[in-house]
């Protein structure tokens, strides 16, 4: 099942953000699902469904705002690291 959110906006935010009409709930969208991603609220496959993009899409897209592609928390990333140096020996 898919809901939809209505989000009210001001006349002239499409052209504040060099956006058509048309283009603007597809670009809310996936700002909204960038920033769920990028909190951790979501995971890539979620976020991309969001978007409505293929995972893939969305993951090269997040670029374009700033939010890194791959979201490890600091203990992931300890654990990632720790994992490599186990590897190596």
Same mark, same amino acid.
């Given at each position: 099942m898919t809901r939809r959110a209505t989000i /009210?906006? /001001? %006349?002239e935010l499409p052209e504040? !953000? =060099?956006?058509r009409?048309?283009?603007l709930p597809a670009e809310l969208a996936f700002l909204a699902? =960038?920033? !769920?991603y990028e909190l951790g609220r979501l995971s890539s496959g979620q976020a991309a469904r969001l978007a +409505? =993009?293929?995972r893939v899409t969305f993951l090269h897209r997040l670029a374009?705002? +700033?939010v890194p592609a791959i979201n !490890?928390? %600091?203990e992931e990333i300890e654990a990632e690291v720790q994992a490599a140096r186990d590897l190596a020996r």
């Open positions: /009210p906006y /001001p %006349d504040t !953000l =060099a956006l009409e048309d283009e699902a =960038a920033k !769920l +409505g =993009a293929d374009e705002v +700033g !490890l928390r %600091d």
